[in-house]
Structure formats: structure tokens, C-alpha cells
């Protein structure tokens, strides 16, 4: 049996401790012994975006962080992205763009793209589509997924 | 994924010894964007995973009073590209930094990471040759230094010797009237592979007409990336002119020795290359001029 480490983190603004093996990846913690099963496991190797979590406020691929180096970090997942039972307005754009369809991709792309409107409020459709290339939609919603962010853009300098 | 031991030395020191008591069996974890999928699909196998992030000297991102920039191996491309003062002073090394991956590579793959990984098509080396850039090395027989262009000695090899660990990256201050630039061929936007990558580095006379000094990286090209010295040499003394970039374009298609592969066949990589480096030659010398 290997060695478990004991990891003390906050994830999504609680902390959270956890056991876990040296070799599991943050997503394999987040999602089996957290159950926080909104980051996906699309390919597992840090191209296709599924699992993209914000660790210490930058987006990352949670399958190429391990959870042993997460220490005393600052976590952002997908669930924590609405707050008090309300949409993000990124994912309320989401649902009324239709900018998705199996919706596998779609947890990375909101982390990404509520990241990508925090850093940047007014994005051109260039600066959406070269944010979010870290992301993969399968479906190749993209078009749609690109205008969600613009009305989610324009839905946040409203308020 | 096998299971290993992880450490995190707080010291370059602590790290040599990490090294020195695992002989080999110990791998260097920075952003693990390389590392981490290798050690999943048993391209590599480690006892112990080092992560180097908790080292200060390897998250320093420093610019000296001379104006040199140090990079410490660890750090990570986003805050290369996020530094106001390096996109200045150091701009091909930033076009570099913004297209390895997409942003959540680049949130955690660091300069010092792709260097060691010692890719023939990683993108930031060719820049950092531009560059001019040196390896600052530390091992159980004290420091050393080594020019990157002399670091990678094959595909995924590198310099380092047993127990060595890179330290950081140090690159020249800017000189007045020099700038330079990376471009990469690839079929799509972002997010892939460099079919051929160059950069080349330019520092006019004071008049902003005549080439002073210039030198030109290339990568994908070859087993490692390379100097293109006589294509460099060439242009010293030259006019800043379409024709004298032309004229070392094919110098440096001269030394291009490339594969033919999924990602392009060897003669079309060869034609990148001169197209890449009269690109690269003419944004370096417009951005000289402050353009």
C-alpha cells in the first residue's frame, strides 16, 4: 500500500483535507474522493480542456496537476462557479445559446471562459477563439459556445 | 499511473541531494505538462518526483539592474508573457511563450520545463537561441553555465548530467536599437506542434539601415534546435532589407535538415524555413526600430 499524503486545501472557498496517493491527479481526487464530478476526464493527457479547473486563479488542466502539489492552494471548480442557486451569467448564456450538445466539454469551457472574462471584459471574437483553445468540443459547438461568451461579456458590462 | 514518492525541496542544494541519493531514478517535476503524461503512459518511469516549484530560485522571474533577465526554471509561460517589461525587452521569447499549449498549458509549463524536455520542435528554444540566452546548471560538483544552443544534444536528451538540475535561464539585457521574434508554422490556429519554428534576434546600426549584429534559431528541423550561424553571420554589416533577410533565409534552408512526417514532408518543411526566417528577421528589425 502506498504512502498517503495528507493535503489541506480550499477548494471553491471551503477548506477541504484529503488523503490521496502521489500519482492520483487533482481531477482523479476531485472527482472519486471528493465526488466534485464536474470536471470530466475527456483525454487525460492536457489537450481537449474538460478538466480545467482554476488553480490559484489560473485555469488548468486538473488531469497534468498532481493532487499532492495542491497544498495550501486556492481551488475554483465548475461547482463553484454559481452562487446562491443563481447561474453565472456565462452558464445562463450557456443554456440559451444552446452551446453545447453532449455537454462533456462544457464544464471546461465555462471554468475558461468565466476566467477569460474576468482577465478580459471585452473580448474580441479572435481573443475568445486563441483563450479557448485549450478547450475541445467534440460536437464542435463552437460557434455557438464563441457567441455565449460575447452575450455573457455583454450580459456582465450591463450589470 | 505506478505510484512514486514526491518531494519538494526548498533548496537547489536540497534538490542535488534529492538527486545524488536516488541515482537516476528521481525525475524533475516543474509544470508537469510534460512530465506528468509521460510518467501515464510509461514513456518514463520515476521512483521520486521532485517538484521544483517549491525552490525560490527557480520561481524568480527577475530583471536585473543591467537589464538581464533571469528566469528561473520553474516559472511558469504566463508570467513571461504577463510581464510588461519582457514583452519589451524580450519580445520573441514572449511570441514563444503565448503559443506553447493553450492557456491552461501555459499556466503551468515553464521556459526552463520545455528547454530540458529538449523537443527538436519546442517552441521557446529557438527564441531563447535568438536570444542568446545561457543555462545556469547546478549539480554535485557545484555550478556551471552552458549556451542554450548547446544544451540539447538529441531528440528528448539534454546536457544535464547525472544529478544536474537547471536552475534558470538567463538571457542578455536588450540592447538599443535590437528586438526579435518567433514565428511557428502550424496548420491551424493554436494548440499544435511546430511544423518549423524560427526566431531570429536583429540589432541595427545607430541609424536604423544597416544589420549590426543578428542571430537566427530554428527548430523542427532537426534532431535538436538549432543556431543558424552562417545565416547569423552573414548578416552583419548587410542592409535591413527584404533582400539580405532573403539571402539568409537560404542560408539558413542550408542547414535544415528535416524529417518527413505526420506534421509535413521534409521539403516543405525546408521552404517554412525560409519563409519563417525572413518573417521573423523583418518583424525583429521592425520591432528594433520601435515599430
Known amino acids: 500500500m502506498s504512502r498517503k499524503h495528507h493535503i489541506t486545501t480550499t477548494i471553491n472557498g471551503e477548506t477541504i483535507e484529503f488523503l490521496c496517493e502521489a500519482r492520483q491527479s487533482l481531477l482523479e481526487v476531485l472527482r472519486d474522493t471528493l465526488h466534485l464530478t464536474g470536471a470530466k476526464e475527456g483525454c487525460n493527457n492536457g489537450n481537449c480542456g474538460a478538466c480545467t479547473v482554476l488553480l490559484d486563479g489560473q485555469p488548468v488542466d486538473s488531469c497534468l496537476v498532481l493532487a499532492v502539489e ?7 471548480t465548475v461547482e463553484g462557479i454559481a452562487q446562491c ?6 452558464q445562463q448564456c450557456f443554456l440559451e445559446d444552446a452551446a453545447l450538445q453532449c455537454g462533456v ?18 473580448p474580441t471574437e479572435r481573443e475568445i477563439r486563441f483563450d479557448l483553445s485549450g478547450n475541445l468540443c467534440r460536437c464542435t459547438a463552437y460557434d455557438k459556445i464563441v457567441r455565449a461568451v460575447q452575450d455573457a461579456a455583454a450580459r456582465l458590462a450591463a450589470k | 499511473m505506478k505510484d512514486f514518492e514526491y518531494v519538494a525541496p526548498k533548496s537547489v542544494d536540497e534538490a542535488v541531494a534529492v538527486l545524488a541519493r536516488h541515482n537516476g531514478t528521481a525525475k524533475l517535476l516543474a ?12 514513456l518514463r518511469t520515476a521512483d521520486v518526483v521532485v517538484d521544483v516549484k517549491k525552490i525560490a530560485e527557480l520561481m524568480e522571474l527577475r530583471v536585473e539592474s543591467d537589464g538581464r533577465l533571469w528566469i528561473g526554471a520553474g516559472v511558469p509561460c504566463y508570467r ?8 519589451r525587452s524580450h519580445a520573441g521569447l514572449v511570441d514563444a511563450a503565448r503559443i506553447i499549449g493553450g492557456w491552461q498549458i501555459q499556466s503551468r509549463a515553464s521556459i526552463g520545463g520545455n528547454l530540458c524536455n529538449a523537443s527538436p520542435a519546442a517552441d521557446s528554444i529557438p527564441a531563447l537561441i535568438a536570444e542568446n540566452a545561457t543555462c545556469h546548471i547546478a549539480g554535485p560538483n557545484g555550478r556551471r553555465t552552458l549556451a542554450v544552443a548547446e544544451f540539447c544534444t538529441a531528440p528528448g536528451k539534454n546536457a544535464l548530467a547525472a544529478g544536474e538540475l537547471l536552475v534558470a ?3 542578455p539585457a536588450a540592447a538599443p536599437q535590437a528586438a526579435s521574434a518567433y514565428e511557428r508554422f502550424i ?10 519554428g524560427a526566431g531570429s534576434w536583429v540589432k541595427l546600426d545607430p541609424a536604423g539601415n544597416t544589420i549590426a549584429e543578428a542571430r537566427i534559431g530554428l527548430g523542427a528541423v532537426a534532431p535538436t534546435p538549432l543556431f543558424a550561424a552562417a545565416a547569423s553571420q552573414f548578416l552583419a554589416g548587410k542592409p535591413a532589407t527584404d533582400e539580405s533577410y532573403a539571402q539568409a533565409a537560404e542560408l539558413a534552408q542550408k542547414i535544415a535538415k528535416p524529417i518527413t512526417d505526420m506534421r509535413g514532408p521534409a521539403e516543405y518543411r525546408t521552404h517554412l524555413v525560409g519563409v519563417l526566417v525572413k518573417r521573423t ?11
Open chain 1, 105 to 122: 466539454c462544457t464544464p471546461g469551457f465555462i471554468v475558461a471562459a468565466k476566467a477569460l472574462l474576468d482577465r478580459n471584459p471585452n
Open chain 2, 169 to 171: 535561464i538567463e538571457l
Open chain 2, 80 to 87: 513571461i508573457y504577463g510581464d510588461e517589461r519582457i514583452a
Open chain 2, 31 to 42: 509544470g508537469g505538462t510534460d512530465l506528468i503524461v509521460q510518467l501515464r503512459e510509461h
Open chain 1, 70 to 76: 495542491v497544498q495550501d492552494a486556492k481551488i475554483e
Open chain 2, 281 to 291: 528577421l523583418a518583424t525583429a528589425a521592425a520591432r528594433a526600430l520601435g515599430k
Open chain 2, 187 to 196: 496548420p491551424r490556429n493554436e494548440m499544435d506542434i511546430a511544423v518549423v
Open chain 1, 85 to 90: 442557486g443563481h447561474l453565472h451569467p456565462v
